[in-house]
Nanobody, 125 residues
Framework: QVQLVESGGGLVQAGGSLRLSCAAS????????????MGWFRQGAGKERESVAA????????YYANSVKGRFTISRDNAENTVYLQMNSLKPEDTAVYYC??????????????WGQGTQVTVSS
């Protein structure tokens, strides 16, 4: 059993910040969370889901979409089985449902095995 639960979404004004969290639980992650790369994706209304950021199991490698570079930071706490997405300087175009996902490598996050249920982020202008 695998569970990824996102939290931290909400309504914020443009220029503001939010911090998303994704807690992993279940047998698969109980002692092997650090074996999994974690990623954040988002899907805006009427848009395709897109990759936002990813981090390797150790935390040593990261990936960011060009649209969020310099504004978003992905991090993880393997002791707490949690991955974070710090979002600063938010723009209305960042409005979307944000999902976390897990797979063995950053590359395999192109088609992740595990998904959370999503958390809504709304940025007002």
């Amino acid at each position: 059993q695998v569970q990824l639960v996102e939290s931290g979404g909400g309504l914020v004004q443009a220029g503001g910040s939010l911090r998303l969290s994704c807690a992993a639980s279940g047998r698969t992650f109980s002692s092997t969370f650090s074996n999994y790369a974690m990623g954040w994706f988002r899907q805006g209304a009427g848009k395709e889901r897109e990759s936002v950021a990813a981090v390797s199991g150790s935390g040593g490698s990261t990936y960011y979409a060009n649209s969020v570079k310099g504004r978003f930071t992905i991090s993880r706490d393997n002791a707490e089985n949690t991955v974070y997405l710090q979002m600063n300087s938010l723009k209305p175009e960042d409005t979307a449902v944000y999902y976390c996902a897990a797979d063995f490598t950053i590359a395999s996050l192109e088609n992740p095995d595990y998904w959370g249920q999503g958390t809504q982020v709304t940025v007002s202008s």
